[in-house]
């Protein structure tokens, strides 16, 4: 059918308006759905980079006893490095950036014990790292560190924290579960599990540690790798290596979350 001059003229420009309309109409209808489709918003995450870069310049400071949970300890220790100088803060420190950045990409909240890796700071102390994840309101923290053991030994393990009254007792159970789902989160990743302790579980329960002890969210700590280890301090110095650790905590986070 022809269609009168006038109309067939108006016709284009109408068409274009219903288009936006529509248009318009289906950002709104979207973005809702957007902001829903993220797994991890409304969640607050803590992470634990630890040690710091400069604890070694400070002796005193970090050799200033500390409440650890029922017993002091000093306030920090300098960590490890692979022998060839890559050290422990560094690499604790690039994999929780890594970390956060993808937990933020999943709509949660990030926050750290330590924004920093410097050689001019140090800290902070075990007992303000322990009672960190309360502080800040979140639902759990992750405590990242490395290992400095045998050449020999390789792989990962986690650690969490032993049932004991008044400190552990009421996050000891959730944070045995959040340390199996980061153990199931690196096992996803074929990451190597810890062949010089823990008879293979990769998973150690340990009241000693003020980060732990003094926590009031469910919190677990991982051993990432061994960095006296050529194999693990290989991949702890590459930028795809550092990923992949990042990618399994995240993994591993999801996994108790179920999200
Ligand atoms: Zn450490």
């Not at 006038?6 to 068409?15: F, G």
């Not at 924290?161 to 007792?169: D, E, I, L």
Request: aromatic fraction near 4%; charged fraction near 20%.
């Amino acid at each position: 059918m022809l269609l009168p001059t006038a109309l067939s003229e108006r016709a284009p420009a109408e068409a274009r308006d219903v288009a936006r309309v529509v248009e318009r109409t289906a950002a709104r209808d979207a973005a809702p759905a957007r902001a829903a489709a993220k797994p991890l918003s409304g969640i607050t995450i803590a992470l634990d980079p630890g040690h710091q870069l400069g604890n070694h310049n400070f002796p005193s400071r970090i050799n200033r006893q500390v409440q650890a949970g029922g017993f002091t300890k000093p306030c920090n220790t300098t960590g490890t490095a692979t022998n060839s100088g890559y050290p422990e803060a560094t690499l604790n420190f690039a994999i929780a950036t890594k970390v956060k950045a993808r937990l933020e990409a999943l709509g949660a909240t990030v926050r750290m014990t330590r924004t920093r890796n410097s050689q001019s700071l140090w800290g902070p102390c075990v007992d303000q790292r322990g009672r960190f994840g309360a502080k800040v309101g979140a639902d759990l923290m992750v405590s990242l560190h490395a290992d400095g053991a045998r050449a020999g030994g390789r792989g990962f393990h986690v650690i969490a924290t032993k049932s004991r009254k008044p400190w552990t007792a009421d996050i000891a159970r959730p944070s045995l579960r959040l340390a199996k789902a980061l153990r199931a989160g690196l096992d996803g990743a074929r990451l190597p599990r810890s062949n010089y302790l823990a008879g293979g579980t990769a998973l150690t329960i340990r009241s000693d540690l003020g980060t732990l002890n003094l926590s009031d969210v469910p919190v677990a700590m991982i051993e990432i790798g061994n960095m006296r280890n050529a194999s693990d301090a290989r991949r702890m110095k590459s930028v795809k290596g550092r990923s992949t650790y990042a990618a399994a905590v995240v993994s591993g986070i999801r996994r108790y979350l179920s999200r």
